[in-house]
């Protein structure tokens, strides 16, 4: 059974650092592009984050310039490192593995920004 196990997230001051990571069994990885999304309390999941399988990335306005997603297909890995945190960055956040035909989510972690 694929799993996906997410790490990492806490309570951190306004203008902190995290980094997330997410953990995945499955043998075809790097075969998968990865998401990070996150939800605040009644708001919508958001997606904040992407990379591919060759290494693009693409970041939501909001994170631009102080979130970084990584990857290393070597040992099932991604990271999302978040700097310079803000308070409207608390959010459950969650790792998302797509490709065709299967849509894999972890748990979530929770993200606390606040003073």
């Known amino acids: 059974q694929v799993q996906i196990e997410e790490s990492g997230g806490g309570l951190v001051q306004p203008g902190g650092s995290l980094r997330l990571t997410c953990k995945a069994s499955?043998?075809?990885?790097?075969?998968?592009?990865m998401y990070w999304y996150r939800q605040a309390p009644g708001k919508q999941r958001e997606r904040v984050a992407y990379i591919s399988p060759g290494g693009v990335t693409d970041y939501s306005d909001a994170v631009q310039g102080r979130f970084t997603i990584t990857r290393d297909s070597d040992d099932n890995t991604g990271w999302l490192q978040m700097n310079n945190l803000k308070p409207e960055d608390t959010a459950t956040y969650y790792c998302n593995l797509w490709r065709a035909g299967s849509d894999l989510w972890g748990q979530g972690t929770q993200v606390t920004v606040s003073s």
């Open positions: 499955m043998a075809d990885f790097s075969l998968y592009r």
